[in-house]
């Protein structure tokens, strides 16, 4: 391709609104442009690379045995009624209505079209296990779309379903996909982690993140260094932490005026945060009051709380009268002395603690001496784990210390087991003449989002810095000046050649000033540029460098495509 027919709009500024240094540079670059909020256009370069990314996840779920299929984006709304989602998906799915008033949905997942088409088909178990996938636009009415293609309202993604005759089934699918999505991840040159994640609304199954490492990431894990567990902040399992064998005092009650926050009764008392007790009073849609206690200086999981206290969906933070209803105050609230009306749930860490720190259930008082497994009434407390993980807790697997970073979600794997077959009575025939209800998975990839994810973690002041594998262009050959004949003649040879070796290169063949182009080639990112000057015509050597880093090669013509094909085998 010659940069002349290119239609690659750069650009020095980037939208005010951008934020991510992904957005900025996509922008820049000329690789999206921006229609409404959440919505884009992928320009030339962005859709190579988008292209190739999905030319990978193709490769890889092919290799699995998943096939392609297109199903459509047009969805009627019956399939989301008789699966319960029309009304609990809420604002998130994009709805219209046709002329004759039916109504449809703009498809945000496939769970119900996939089973639905399944079911009318897949009789049998001897056409199992089946894997089928798409690559497609999905639509969600994000609450907040941002940062460009990472959170937009329109985005492709691939999604696959699996579906299996029991559990074990499934979990082979499962790791089949596992393994499909590390390489492909790694294929594309990514450094990401799979992440376990949370799946309590659906109970049961496996589910893992993957998550590009980046500190503009939105999702927060934990990860060990040690060894390969990661984990999502709102996953994280804990186990409960030791405290030193003491000799317990007796439970007293003292005076604290004003000391309402943690921070104000260990400074008031003079005893360390790990000594106290800290209440996050909660109310869920019943309005039962829910009261979490964790040591001082860790925080509440609502998520483990959610999956400890049975029947409750979502939490809120209680009103004051709720609070007084239970016999307490805010700010001052404890197990010992709250009344029955309360859920209490004592994070399992706190139940080792001995002489502590805790509220005294009425305004300006503390309890001292505090020691759960001895005060606490253990019949109407939920002991559980509880709490956020933070750096520096023990890895469940190794024991060694975690680490906490930021991420990207770019892909995720799903058992769902029978949520959807069971819903849409989807159902074959086993091998013992009996009807049973297939065992799904499901595994979405987004695509734009990965793009951004690479960008995230591959750029410097100039630009983006493309992994190879992924780069719309892998090289550009650059004539200083296109205007020279014998320059552009060389340049052009060169090009041919790099072809002919099956590179996918760019001739940069404009007559802008060399700086310019530089300039475009750096913010652009291609991972190779070949450098054509008067002295490459003098000295018959050519001038490579390499965007990464920076660094200029100079090869002998002769050798250069072999020199070039070698050198991006190693980027
Ligand atoms: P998130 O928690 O970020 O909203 P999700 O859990 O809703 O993601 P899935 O339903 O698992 O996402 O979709 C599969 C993949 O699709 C995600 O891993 C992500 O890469 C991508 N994706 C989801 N929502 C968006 C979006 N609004 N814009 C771009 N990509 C998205
Ligand atoms: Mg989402």
Redesign the pocket.
């Known amino acids: 391709m010659r940069a002349t027919q290119l239609y690659a709009p750069t650009l020095r500024e980037s939208p005010a609104e951008a934020e991510l240094v992904s957005h900025k540079l996509m922008y820049r670059a000329g690789l999206i442009r921006k229609a409404a909020g959440?919505l884009y256009s992928y320009l030339p370069l962005g859709w190579r690379t988008m292209k190739k990314i999905m030319q990978i996840i193709r490769e890889e779920m092919d290799a699995k045995g998943g096939q392609e299929v297109m199903m459509p984006i047009v969805q009627p709304a019956e399939m989301w009624q008789e699966s319960g989602r029309w009304a609990v998906y809420g604002d998130e799915m994009m709805r219209l209505k046709d002329r004759h008033g039916r109504e449809f949905a703009l498809g945000p997942?496939h769970e119900e079209m996939i089973t639905t088409l399944i079911r009318d088909e897949v009789r049998s178990y001897k056409q199992l296990p089946l894997m089928l996938y798409q690559i497609q636009n999905?639509y969600?009415d994000?609450i907040r779309?941002r940062f460009g293609?990472?959170?937009?309202?329109e985005?492709v993604?691939k999604?696959l379903y699996s579906f299996d005759r029991d559990v074990d089934g499934m979990n082979v699918s499962y790791d089949k996909m596992y393994d499909a999505y590390s390489k492909i991840f790694t294929r594309c040159g990514l450094k990401f982690r799979a992440v376990e994640a949370d799946n309590g609304a659906i109970g049961g199954g496996h589910s893992h993140?993957f998550t590009v490492l980046a500190p503009s990431g939105?999702s927060s894990i934990a990860y060990c260094t040690a060894c390969d567990y990661a984990a999502s902040d709102e996953k994280a399992p804990l186990n409960p932490i030791p405290a030193e064998a003491e000799e317990l005092r007796p439970l007293e009650k003292v005076s604290t005026p004003d000391c309402h926050t943690i921070e104000l009764v260990k400074n008031f008392l003079h005893v360390p945060i790990e000594k106290t007790i800290k209440a996050v009073a909660f109310m869920d849609d019943d309005e039962r009051l829910i009261v979490a206690f964790v040591r001082g200086d860790h925080d509440v999981n609502e998520i483990k709380v959610l999956n400890v206290v049975e029947g409750a969906n979502h939490l809120y933070m209680a009103g004051e009268k709720l609070i007084a209803d239970a016999n307490s105050v805010a700010g001052f609230m404890s197990p010992i002395g709250l009344a029955d009306s309360a859920i209490v749930v004592v994070d399992q860490t706190v139940m080792q603690m001995s002489n502590a720190v805790a509220g005294a259930n009425e305004r300006d008082a503390h309890f001292v001496n505090v020691t759960p497994r001895r005060d606490f009434d253990a019949g109407k407390i939920i002991v559980a784990d509880i709490r956020m993980v933070q750096a520096g807790d023990p890895c469940p697997h190794c024991g060694k210390p975690l680490s906490m970073t930021r991420g990207i979600?770019?892909?995720?794997v799903f058992t769902l087991g029978k949520k959807y077959s069971e819903a849409l009575h989807a159902t074959f025939l086993d091998e013992d003449g009996k009807t049973k209800t297939f065992e799904m998975g499901c595994y979405?990839?987004?695509v734009?989002?990965?793009m951004a994810a690479a960008i995230e973690q591959n750029n410097d002041a100039d630009g983006i810095i493309w992994p190879r594998a992924i780069a719309p262009f892998e090289v550009v050959v650059v004539p200083v000046n296109a205007k020279d004949a014998a320059q552009l003649n060389l340049a052009t040879e060169i090009y041919d050649e790099l072809a002919a070796a099956g590179v996918d290169v760019l001739l940069d063949d404009r007559t802008e000033r060399a700086g310019v182009k530089f300039k475009d080639c750096d913010l652009i990112g291609y991972p190779l540029r070949v450098t054509v000057s008067p002295k490459t015509l003098a000295s018959g050597d050519v001038e490579v460098k390499i965007r990464r880093g920076g660094q200029m090669m100079h090869f002998a013509r002769g050798e250069l495509v072999t020199k070039v094909v070698e050198l991006l085998e190693t980027l």
Do not use: C, Y
């Open positions: 959440g997942t999905k969600r994000e779309p293609l990472m959170r937009s309202r985005f993604m999604d993140e939105e979600e770019v892909g995720q979405g990839i987004g734009g989002r990965t």
